[in-house]
């Protein structure tokens, strides 16, 4: 069956620092894969989507991730967190036939960020 | 362009009541997903529409959820009698239908926060 684990319930890092959201997934086929975000009071976001081609995917806010095949990875990063990067970050696999849209969704990686 | 509005919010209810909860997607979306997020775990997905047709309700609990989205257009999710582990957030979500993967490329409502006392 098809699965997302975020290993991380929480993360803190400071502002200005790196960050690196984890995801894995367990899928039999070429997974789609996506990052969500939601902030406070608001719906999820999508952040940045990978279909297929370049494993590198960039997306809004300055996000970028990166599809690792063998380590069945689609770990989110961001060069420099800012204040208001903090939200919960979502994971999430498309299951079913292509045009169905059906969503696999991780646990949730709760970002903090410290002044 | 409106995004998805759900309403209500927020909503309280005693076990056994009924409740429902209403979706209006991105107009000219025919996809329309319903979600739900229980307390302390991963959002899960219940069903989708395509216009007024079920493609998909293989995640519905039980048969306490009824879904429906008349005409095409806004969805309802009435849940009769609700119970304690009914409790969560309800997500709603459209895309456009179309071949191959649009219908990945789904907007989020806020969400309504169902409590059941």
């Known amino acids: 069956a098809q699965s997302v684990t975020q290993p991380d319930i929480h993360i803190t890092v400071s502002e200005g620092a790196s960050l690196e959201l984890r995801c894995n997934y367990s899928y039999g086929a070429t997974p789609y894969l996506f990052w969500y975000v939601q902030s406070p009071g608001q719906g999820l976001q999508l952040l940045l989507k990978?279909?297929?081609?370049?494993?590198l995917v960039q997306g809004i806010k300055g996000f970028e991730a990166e599809f690792k095949r063998s380590q069945s990875s689609f770990n989110l990063r961001k060069p420099s967190v800012h204040w208001s990067d903090a939200a919960e970050y979502f994971c999430?696999?498309?299951?079913?036939?292509?045009?169905?849209?059906?969503?696999?969704f991780g646990q949730g990686t709760t970002l903090q960020v410290k002044p | 362009e409106a995004g998805v509005t759900q309403f209500p919010s927020h909503s309280v209810i005693e076990k056994g009541q009924t409740v429902t909860l209403r979706c209006d997607p991105i107009s000219g979306h025919d996809n329309l997903y319903w979600y739900r997020r229980v307390m302390g775990k991963e959002i899960k997905f219940l069903l989708h529409?395509?216009?007024?047709?079920?493609?998909?309700e293989s995640g519905m609990p039980n048969n306490r959820f009824l879904a429906e989205r008349t005409g095409g257009t806004y969805s309802t999710l009435k849940v009769q009698p609700a119970e304690l582990e009914d409790s969560g957030v309800y997500f709603c979500?459209?895309?456009?239908?179309?071949?191959?993967?649009?219908?990945?490329?789904?907007?989020f409502g806020p969400g309504t926060r169902l409590t059941v006392t």
């Open positions: 979500a459209s895309s456009h239908w179309e071949r191959g993967l649009a219908g990945y490329e789904q907007y």
């Open positions: 999430a696999v498309g299951a079913g036939s292509s045009n169905t849209g059906k969503l696999i």
């Open positions: 529409f395509v216009k007024e047709s079920k493609q998909d």
């Open positions: 990978y279909f297929s081609g370049d494993t």
